[in-house]
């Protein structure tokens, strides 16, 4: 059973108007207690008034007896508020107003009742009626009394009622008619989010161009239509890319399965000689070589985007690793007349997995090998910056890179020259894999280069 509202608005109503009512009931309880507390008081001063009052008007008789000096009327108005009994210290009732009709202000004067200070308390009498009463002693002609004065409360408790009576029929209809005016105030604030809401349901993986519409940036609604736009725009990104990386793929996949299929329907078409099939059969090893490595290649960048690869790191000698890299592609470097200087310091470590870092400077290398003119010479060079990271250079000799094309080297599938990589064997995808183990280990991969002067790739690590 559901007990909440399904929408927002409803729900923002009732906490409101929970808030509201608890708030309204706390602060007429604290009207109702403070007036209680008002009225008291002034009743008690009235009483006190009374009992100065009274005992002036205390007058004993020849026979013993005493009676009170009340002004006309006074005696006989049953409404009369004032109530007073005067008793002998020996508990002989004197005195007591006809209003009582024979009852009692409480029991006979016990010992030593009325020699504090008049101190008004609360008493009911036999007949349900509330009154408030005070005590004292009092001398009438070197005779000492015990004067009894009570107000009725009635009227001050009728006054509470009506008051209480007020507040509760008040109360619920100031609550509905602020629930009805919070409804419509969270209905407009609402709007906005309910016309986003129609605008994204409209947004598709074929339409992630469109944006939502910003009425005021200022705003937190504002802000969030920011921020989905913004959302949106990643994904477009993301989606254009996987597009652009699934065609690309596409095209360097088919390209090698299309040349092993030639060169098999060629050879097979006239009989040849062992040694024409053993060319043949070379061909298309070089071409399975290749669509090999653009497998493993597509496999590291896909765990990657999955973050399937975890990092073994441990502290290692950067320079240690770029000799190690050095050596793997020396026969490569051989085949050119190349040389490749490995020069740095040797105590820089880093903390990082060997095995993806030394395949990094393995990509920068062979793509300075590849590029780089016969008999040339290629540096890597360690040392440590003046902000205390590690960085790595390899520094070739080649045709270097035109400005224009730089910011792109580092993207999927990306080449400058796309004849010349294609004779070379690249599919684009070394130097994005450098980037990524790079950034993996919390470093970055920058390209230095001008266009006839060689090209510096430079990796910079936290020590």
């Not at 730089?406 to 980037?435: H, M, N």
């Amino acid at each position: 059973m559901r007990l909440s509202p399904r929408n927002v608005r409803s729900r923002l109503t009732l906490w409101y108007v929970g808030v509201l009512a608890a708030l309204l009931i706390a602060y007429g309880a604290g009207c109702l207690f403070f007036l209680f507390l008002s009225m008291r008081e002034q009743l008690d001063h009235n009483l006190l008034e009374d009992v100065e009052t009274v005992e002036g008007e205390i007058a004993a008789e020849p026979d013993g007896s005493v009676t009170l000096r009340l002004h006309h009327g006074e005696e006989g108005d049953p409404g009369f508020h004032r109530f007073v009994e005067i008793w002998s210290p020996e508990g002989t009732l004197l005195y007591r107003t006809p209003q009582l009709r024979g009852q009692e202000l409480g029991t006979p004067p016990a010992p030593g009742e009325g020699a504090q200070e008049a101190e008004p308390v609360s008493e009911r009498l036999r007949n349900g009626l509330r009154v408030r009463l005070a005590r004292s002693i009092h001398r009438v002609k070197g005779r000492t009394v015990i004067l009894r004065v009570a107000h009725n409360e009635g009227t001050m408790w009728r006054e509470l009622r009506e008051f209480a009576t007020v507040l509760v029929i008040g109360l619920p209809i100031a609550a509905l008619l602020a629930g009805f005016g919070g409804y419509v105030l969270a209905r407009k604030a609402l709007a906005p989010i309910d016309a986003m809401t129609r605008e994204t349901q409209k947004i598709s993986a074929e339409d992630l161009g469109a944006r939502l519409s910003i009425r005021n940036p200022e705003d937190e609604l504002g802000r969030l239509a920011a921020v989905q736009n913004a959302m949106l725009g990643r994904l477009q990104e993301a989606f254009e890319q996987l597009r652009r990386f699934t065609a690309d793929a596409s095209h360097e996949l088919r390209t090698p399965l299309t040349a092993i299929r030639s060169v098999g329907e060629v050879a097979l078409q006239d009989p040849k000689s062992s040694v024409e099939y053993r060319d043949v059969i070379g061909s298309m090893l070089e071409e399975v070589d290749r669509l090999t490595r653009l497998v493993e290649s597509l496999l590291v960048l896909s765990r990657a985007d999955a973050s399937h690869i975890q990092l073994h790191r441990t502290e290692l000698s950067l320079l240690s690793v770029a000799e190690e890299a050095a050596v793997m592609l020396e026969v490569l470097a051989e085949e050119k007349r190349q040389k490749i200087e490995v020069d740095g310091d040797r105590n820089l470590v880093v903390s990082a997995d060997r095995l993806i870092l030394r395949q990094a400077i393995v990509n920068l290398l062979d793509n300075a090998i590849k590029y780089s003119p016969a008999e040339s010479r290629i540096l890597i060079r360690v040392d440590q910056g003046a902000d205390k990271r590690a960085f790595l250079d390899v520094i070739d000799q080649g045709p270097g890179i035109p400005t224009e094309h730089q910011p792109y080297v580092f993207d999927r599938f990306y080449r400058v020259d796309k004849a010349r990589t294609r004779e070379w064997g690249g599919a684009g995808l070394g130097l994005s894999i450098t980037r990524w183990a790079v950034e993996a280990h919390g470093g970055e991969v920058t390209l230095k280069s001008e266009e006839g002067h060689g090209s510096t790739f430079r990796i910079s690590l936290p020590v």
